[in-house]
């Protein structure tokens, strides 16, 4: 991406700005990354388990019985390292896609989506930003 690519100071037309191309593939990039997201640890509850709220807003996750629900005998923050370790593989998967990628609406996508990740990464490792 190059300079001149960049958003345009605010000119006072609200729509005009959330409608810029480049806003749109940045909301698209995000909104898919966070489905897909739930949808990878959904669909692999054997590698991710399930998450819950713990107290402090501290995320405990459990191991899955054969029945689907959550094991709530014994916490297994093994999951928590999994979830991290398939985030941080995404932000730099996207990081380079990005570099590589001609398509500046797909740098864009692709830059939302790494972030959502690394959001999502923080908010597990600081409690405090949930």
Same mark, same amino acid.
């Given at each position: 991406?190059n300079?001149s690519?960049l958003?345009?100071p605010?000119?006072?037309?609200?729509?005009?700005?959330?409608?810029?191309p480049?806003v749109?593939?940045? /909301?698209?990039g995000? &909104?898919?990354y966070?489905?897909?997201e739930?949808?990878?640890y959904?669909s692999?509850?054997?590698?991710?388990?399930?998450?819950?709220?713990g107290?402090?807003?501290?995320?405990?996750?459990?191991?899955?019985?054969?029945?689907?629900?959550?094991?709530?005998?014994a916490? /297994?923050?093994?999951?928590?390292?999994?979830?991290?370790v &398939?985030?941080a593989?995404?932000?730099?998967?996207?990081?380079?896609?990005?570099e590589?990628?001609?398509?500046?609406?797909?740098?864009y &996508?692709l830059?939302?989506? &790494?972030?959502v990740?690394?959001?999502h990464?923080?908010?597990?490792?600081?409690?405090?930003?949930?």
């Open positions: 991406m300079k690519q958003i345009s605010p000119d006072g037309n609200v729509l005009e700005t959330l409608t810029d480049r749109l593939a940045t /909301a698209g995000v &909104a898919a966070a489905y897909g739930k949808a990878l959904k692999a509850r054997n590698l991710f388990g399930i998450a819950s709220a107290e402090g807003g501290k995320v405990v996750y459990y191991a899955v019985k054969a029945d689907g629900t959550a094991d709530t005998s916490t /297994a923050p093994q999951f928590g390292t999994n979830r991290n &398939a985030r593989v995404g932000i730099v998967g996207s990081v380079a896609l990005i590589y990628s001609n398509s500046a609406p797909m740098q &996508a830059l939302g989506g &790494a972030s990740l690394l959001t990464m923080l908010q597990d490792v600081i409690p405090g930003l949930r």
